[in-house]
């Protein structure tokens, strides 16, 4: 791809470029940072992949819903921000110095990644709340090889979904054990509201006839293997086997990781559907009756909803090696690991929907002890109406 997505890959895995950059930039945004006024009623938020998506954005319209937006001005940081009409905020292009200059304006920052581009500028009276963007599954932060750059030891609230997440939490990103809020994600509070009525409402949005089911496949992005060029996906997938043995019964719903960057080996028909650029996955998760994946959240999230789920590592054995797992994923996910895709397939024409429903939902009870409530309970904790 681009120059500077070689630039930011060498930023992330070389440690001697990240002491020079962190270094270096930490010390002028600090600097800087003497000459800026705080604004106490100014919010900064930016979302996954930099985009106006995940629990920002539900934190951002419910302050909206309650009223907030009376007092406190949002400034939403976008990767594109000529592709976005948002009301009620303004826009900025992230890592502009513009940008750096509004984090040090601003009293508030939400993220669901990060506000310092690996820097260290935050002031003493900035108030962090970070929600993250998923409970793993597979190693993340330090645990990752080639990865130790990862320290949130300056976020005020960090968000999780259950207690097997807190050891690896503050070991892996380095989040103080103050910090933490058991709130749960506020992009999931809708999937504990869902209805049947939504269901048939998203699958006739769709347009999904009424005798087939819905297979959402959203297999996560996998690390670089050319340099930082790509983050390229090709699942090693017969397309033509799956039209022949599943289009009978089933529409899939194709939805990438943001971060992949192109999808190989896909052709879109009756059968597979482009859903990667839809703007809410919850709805994709509501409408779906099935999710596919591999090593993504995703499971996670989806189990809020009791549904079947099956874990496709195709290349489980090579994915272990190289990146991880905090748990053995053959024992605890709701099917195991189905390695190959005629297994795959069988599983899904031979399907004991309320059998599959209760194994989810007892790897739910298992890993996603809070949420339902998060978006109030993270305003509330951002303005301090509600302490830890």
Known sequence: ????????????????????????????????????????????MNGHGFKYNDSPKAIFLKMKELGYLREYHVVWALKNPDD???PDCNVVKMDTLKYFIVALKAKYWVSCVNIERGLRFKKKNTVYLNTWHGASLNYVGNAVNGRKDFNFNHVNFFCYNGEYEKEFIIRDFNVLPSALIPTGYPRNDSLYTCSNTKIELLKKQFK?????KIILYAPTWRETLNGGDTYDLTPPINWA???????????IFLRTHPYTTRLMNVVFDDLVRNMTDYPDVNDLLIAADVLISDYS?????????????FCFGYDFDIYRKTR??????????PN??????????????????DKECEKTKKFRDEHMQYGGNATVECI?????????
């Open 1 to 44: 791809m681009s120059a500077k997505n070689r630039i930011e890959h060498v930023i992330k895995h070389n440690l001697f470029v990240q002491k020079i950059y962190k270094l270096l930039g930490s010390l002028f945004f600090r600097f800087l940072g003497f000459f800026i006024k705080t604004d106490d009623k100014l919010v900064l």
């Open 84 to 86: 976005y009409s948002i």
């Open 208 to 212: 999904v006839p009424k005798n087939k």
């Open 241 to 251: 086997l799956w039209k022949k043995k599943l289009s009978g019964q089933y529409v």
């Open 297 to 309: 959240c995703i499971q996670l999230d989806q189990s809020i909803l009791c549904k079947p789920q």
């Open 324 to 333: 991880g797992f905090y748990f053995d994923m053959e024992k605890t996910m």
């Open 336 to 353: 195991g690991v189905i390695k190959d895709e005629e297994q795959l397939i069988e599983r899904l024409l031979n399907l004991d929907y």
């Open 380 to 388: 509330k904790y951002l303005f301090g109406e509600k302490k830890i």
